[in-house]
């Protein structure tokens, strides 16, 4: 999707692109309960719909006090609902087809009342008779005072949701509108639809571990100055977000980078090539997946200086000699053939700016990888820092498929396609 698209050209660009790689739009309820977070809900079905799904809102009578239903209106592109007995609400949407619409239906904000009538199977006002009637899966976003959530009957009713495979996003912790600090805060509408991705998502990396490298690494020169290069560690980020939302277990080991931690990602830092390299030997036994797409420094300062280097130090109008020495190839090293390695998909990536496919063939032969990604660093919207990407995939044994330009979260959903696909063809082979 691009930035400079507004209103309904960004939504239909969303829906057609979750068409095209198989993954349609769905139909989200989001109900909410009566406190200060549902300020935050209209932020929220945005977001939906801009991801491409559609979206009906439906409001306890306390949550119309807090969030105007005419926002959410507007926002949704639907009529919102708040009463069960409204001859004219329901001559539009009966609340059973409401229930059975839904493919998901968010709870946000989840009030400790709303969780505890939806523990006990109460239907007493529309939203928990929608609760009660649906067979879509739930998601529910709690908020409420510290004390409240800390409460044993409402833990008890978490476990009770819980226990019927409620799933559940934060609540973080911060300041609360109360006045409290600490957990209660309702997670970012960013981080509930994050969450409803994954939802939403078929498990096809369920109980599999994956390792992804991102960022660039940062090779030291003095206690203050290193050598580094552009990658922005996006498109690594989008990976470990997509396998995330896939079911996998995923382990980041990120190079320095600005991004904040993908929702159910287990991230270790590391700054240069060698620190990279050995997280990476730490994890990789137990991982089924790796996939190496952190720029990583080819060469090193020979020898990081203990103190800053200083130009008064200097012969007056000297220059600076540095001596670099190799880094080691990560990902040829655990691509390299072997035992465990067999049942291994090991992914590769190269930023090449001339003669893309040609390079890219004889890098994916070099280092032995199972699909290569190819990046056309000539290109100015994409590559590096950008937040779209255009690639090609390399396998061994088959043509070149290039990908129209993409937003990388959707580059990330074709190459663990591609990857399932390669997993599929060996697990029928053995
Ligand atoms: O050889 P080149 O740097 O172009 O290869 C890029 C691929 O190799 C990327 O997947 C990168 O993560 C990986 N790589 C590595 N260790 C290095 C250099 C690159 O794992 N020292």
Redesign the pocket.
Known sequence: MRDDQTGPARDREGRAAREERGRPPRRIVVVSGGGIAAYKIPDLVRKLVRAGHSVRCALTPAAASFVSPLALQTVSGEPVRQSLLDPGEEGQIGHIDLADWAELVIVAPATANLLARMAHGLADDLVTTVLLATRAPVLVAPAMNLNMWDHPATRQNLDILRSRGVHMVGPDSGELACGWEGAGRMSEPAAIAEVAESVLCPDTLAGERVLI?AGGTREALDPVRALTNRSSGKMGYALAAEAARRGAEVVLVSAPTNLPIPVGVRRVDVES?LEMRSAVLDEIDACGIAI?????A?FRPAEAASRKIKKEDLEPDAGLRLELVR?????AEIAAPGGERARRVVV????ESHDVIGASER?LAR?GCDLLVANDISRRDAGFETDTNAVILLEPGAGPEELPLLPKGEVAARILDRVDKIRGERSSRS
């Open positions: 490298t090539a190496c797409c952190a720029a990583v080819d880094n080691p190839d990560i990902l590769g990536f190269a930023a890098k280092k």
